[in-house]
């Protein structure tokens, strides 16, 4: 079953501007992964954040997570064209083995 | 290059044909994994591989057989699919469980069925 849900279901803003996509998720966790996934490509990894943890960091991208409201967000500063593409998140609510992903949101920068 | 390769990147069968899917990663990685990706449904799990044993099949129809047969490759068999099973499928690897560490896929193969 579902476990993470992104929102929005898609964004559209302007080269420059930060993007903020969010993640709700059900049950207790122990990560939670953001991905990215450019059209026709596999899913590429982003940021693992650990649920003892509340912000996190690499280059461009931030991701927090707020296990009292069992919601993540990624924020994407200065935007770029390159940065066009899906993001998921993922926890592993449902088992060590198990990385459900959510429907994701399609990013679309505009130059 | 993302260290996982899948074969072939498309794949056109009718629903009678028999045809395998394969995946191949250099990372060292102890888990692989099955997903299937239907346009605007979230990934599914289909089969989870851990040192070489299978540990998890998510329901999925006896017409999917996955095989293992050692640490670096990974097999989707197909026969007699329906056209509902026209995706992109996607194989990917982890040092350890899911959960723990960071997946690395590959591109997929777009199968459709005719």
């Known amino acids: 079953s579902q476990q993470g849900e992104e929102d929005p279901q898609a964004l559209s803003i302007q080269e420059g501007e930060n993007a903020t996509m969010n993640c709700s998720y059900k049950t207790s966790i122990n990560n939670l992964q953001w991905y990215r996934q450019n059209s026709g490509r596999g899913l590429v990894h982003l940021i693992l954040i650990r649920s003892n943890e509340r912000e996190k960091h690499s280059g461009r991208l931030r991701v927090t997570l707020d296990t009292s409201k069992k919601s993540s967000s990624l924020l994407i500063t200065a935007s770029r064209a390159a940065d066009t593409a899906s993001y998921f998140c993922?926890?592993?609510?449902?088992?060590?083995?198990?990385?459900?992903f959510g429907q994701g949101t399609r990013l679309t920068i505009n130059p | 290059e993302t260290g996982v390769t899948q074969t072939p990147r498309h794949l056109v069968m009718g629903m009678t044909n028999k045809k395998s899917l394969k995946c191949e990663q250099h990372l060292g990685h102890n888990a692989m994994y099955w997903y299937k990706q239907s346009a605007k449904k979230p990934l599914e799990l289909m089969f989870v591989y851990s040192l070489e044993e299978r540990v998890e099949n998510n329901s999925v129809p006896s017409r999917f057989s996955p095989e293992c047969p050692n640490s670096s490759h990974l097999f989707l068999h197909l026969h007699t699919l329906q056209p509902e099973d026209s995706a992109l499928y996607l194989c990917?690897?982890?040092?350890?469980?899911?959960?723990?560490?960071?997946?690395?896929f590959g591109n997929g193969t777009r199968l459709t069925v005719t």
């Open positions: 990917a690897s982890s040092p350890q469980g899911a959960g723990n560490s960071p997946l690395h």
């Open positions: 993922a926890t592993d609510g449902q088992g060590a083995q198990k990385l459900v």
